[in-house]
């Protein structure tokens, strides 16, 4: 009984504060949501491409606003293929 009335709160506190933003926020907030999932796909892409299962995984279940999969796209991809090219 607790959980759902705790859940039920939770419910109405979220409904409260988004319906308390501007509309201006809001698009922010969805531009920066679809900004960070468009990020995410392609790391998720470019390590699948190099066979980079370590990393599939870590940027796949990790959330860190961007920022590993920005590190990922920018270092680490370009430096595997390097290896891997290197190595044929």
């Known amino acids: 009984m607790e959980n759902i009335e705790l859940s039920q709160n939770l419910e109405f506190a ?3 504060y988004f319906d308390s933003l501007e509309p201006a926020t809001l698009a922010l907030l969805f531009s920066l949501l679809l900004l960070l999932q468009i990020v995410k796909g392609f790391a998720l892409w470019k390590a699948a491409q190099n066979s980079s299962t ?3 995984i870590a940027l796949l279940f990790l959330n860190t606003l961007g920022i590993l999969e920005v590190v990922y796209i920018f270092l680490f991809s370009k430096r595997e293929r390097k ?3 290197d190595g044929e």
């Open 14 to 16: 979220l409904e409260a």
């Open 54 to 56: 370590a990393w599939f």
């Open 83 to 85: 290896e891997a090219e």
